[in-house]
């Protein structure tokens, strides 16, 4: 691969999965009439902008340092894969998915499909990562993973209420 | 839920992951024997890979056990509290699909989510409460399902 896909494009991947992940979590509260749904997907959507924001700030302080060392490009092509297998980059499935906003069940599996993708695409991009900032990134994939896990305990309320 | 499992019930998960992994990877290739030949050796070879895992869970059960059959009491209750959450699809399913399937890139999106669950699971199970081996050998598999979503990536864009 020619172009090495450096730490400032991937930080422009991650700033805009986080829009859409603001996007989404925005347009999913403002579809459903449940409201522990709403309210869930309104603190993602708020926890997503704080993301963007660390995304944007430290997207800043890396474009201002001098272009570093290329990286192994097997592990920058993999990268580069994840972005494009990121479900967030698949216009038509997110569309498809909002269309059917109304099936909480449904646009939950999907945002903890969207939450796993992004996991997978920071954990490996810290090694791309001025080593000072990893643990910026480290924390926000901590938050992310929190993320899978507060979607599913919503999921298992919902499967149960269905069941009563 | 994940943060709070036991070895051994990772362990348990993993064996049901892998299996999983051999009958979707096992179908796919016998589907896809008449239309595609280098896709379904790739997914042949993958089969064999998830099986050679298989075995691996099943030493590690052993070492933490002493005995290589016994079961986890609890753990039925617990996948089907992480399908209800989300964590996983359910088990079954997608080789249960792939009868249903018409294009080729489709049965590569099914794998590729169904790596990207391993790949988290793995993750949340060597951070979990696994011993140092046990961290190990999730390391490894993060690296070894990591190498399958790359030649799956690689299919899926050339098909889609």
Redesign the interface.
């Known amino acids: 691969m020619s172009e090495l896909f450096q730490a400032n494009e991937i930080l422009k991947t991650a700033i805009r999965i986080e829009e859409n992940g603001i996007r989404f979590y925005s347009e999913a509260a403002a579809a459903t009439h449940n409201s522990a749904v709403k309210e869930m997907f309104e603190s993602l959507a708020e926890q997503e902008k704080r993301h963007l924001h660390d995304f944007t700030a430290l997207q800043k302080e890396v474009a201002s340092q001098e272009a570093r060392e290329s990286y192994p490009g097997e592990q920058e092509?993999?990268l580069r894969?994840?972005a494009?297998?990121h479900v967030f980059t698949d216009t038509e499935q997110f569309n498809q998915v909002m269309s059917r906003a109304g099936n909480e069940l449904e646009v939950?599996?999907f945002a903890?499909?969207v939450e796993?993708?992004s996991?997978?695409f920071y954990?490996e991009m810290l090694d791309f990562i001025p080593e000072s900032n990893r643990s910026m990134v480290q924390k926000l994939i901590s938050q992310e993973?929190e993320h899978?896990?507060r979607?599913?305990?919503l999921?298992?309320d919902l499967?149960r209420q269905k069941k009563k | 839920?994940?943060?709070d499992m036991k070895d051994l019930e990772a362990i348990e998960i993993g064996l049901n992951l892998e299996k999983d992994g051999i009958h979707f990877y096992t179908a796919a290739a016998k589907k896809m024997e008449g239309q595609d030949v280098e896709a379904a050796a790739v997914l042949r070879q993958l089969a064999e890979e998830e099986q050679k895992h298989y075995q691996d869970f099943l030493k590690k059960r052993n070492e933490l056990t002493g005995n290589e059959h016994s079961g986890h009491a609890g753990i039925a209750r617990l996948m089907k509290?992480l399908v209800?959450?989300?964590?996983f699809a359910p088990f079954g399913e997608s080789a249960q699909k792939i009868a249903s399937v018409t294009e080729v890139w489709e049965i590569f999106a099914m794998a590729?989510?169904a790596e990207?669950?391993s790949?988290?699971f793995y993750?949340?199970a060597a951070d979990s409460g696994a011993d140092d081996s046990g961290r190990r050998m999730y390391r490894w598999l993060i690296g070894e399902e990591?190498r399958h979503?790359?030649k799956l990536?690689?299919l899926?864009?050339k098909y889609r």
């Open positions: 092509e993999y894969m994840l494009n297998l939950i599996t903890q499909g796993k993708d996991i997978l954990l993973r899978v896990r979607l599913g305990g999921k298992l499967i | 839920m994940l943060e509290k209800h959450t989300g964590i590729i989510r990207k669950d790949i988290f993750h949340e990591t979503l790359r990536g690689e899926y864009e």
